[in-house]
């Protein structure tokens, strides 16, 4: 099972920046494609961006297009998510997960535990 590892989360201010991390477990993750999601609190979990396997297309969400960057190492080892001009609305746990569906639906088995990003001033 595909398990992936989210790190780069925390407390920041409306208007800065965080880069959140997603690394798999032993393995490369470049025979996937993955996304990143986020749950805010008391809402469903929704998709905010992913990135090919194949030729690097991006996807974004509304809400985040314009805003965040996904990318992944030459070495297909980690996915990032670089997120500037922050919300307090972008307040949520985010996750990575594989796609199974393009753009936005994720693969099956369970989530990671995820990393806290909170925009407050």
């Known amino acids: 099972q595909l398990q992936l590892v989210e790190s780069g989360g925390g407390l920041v201010q409306p208007g800065g920046s965080l880069r959140l991390s997603c690394a798999a477990s032993?393995?490369?993750?470049?025979?996937?494609?993955i996304g990143w999601f986020r749950q805010a609190p008391g809402k469903e979990r929704e998709g905010v961006s992913c990135?090919?396997?194949?030729?690097?297309?991006?996807y974004y969400a509304d809400s985040v297009k314009g805003r965040f960057t996904i990318s992944r190492d030459n070495a297909k080892i980690t996915v990032y998510l670089q997120m500037n001009s922050l919300k307090p609305e972008d307040t949520a746990v985010y996750y990575c997960n594989w796609i199974r569906i393009w753009p936005m639906t994720p693969g099956g088995g369970s989530w990671g535990q995820g990393t806290q990003v909170t925009v407050s001033s």
């Open positions: 990135i090919s396997s194949m030729d690097g297309s991006t």
């Open positions: 032993g393995f490369s993750l470049g025979a996937y494609a």
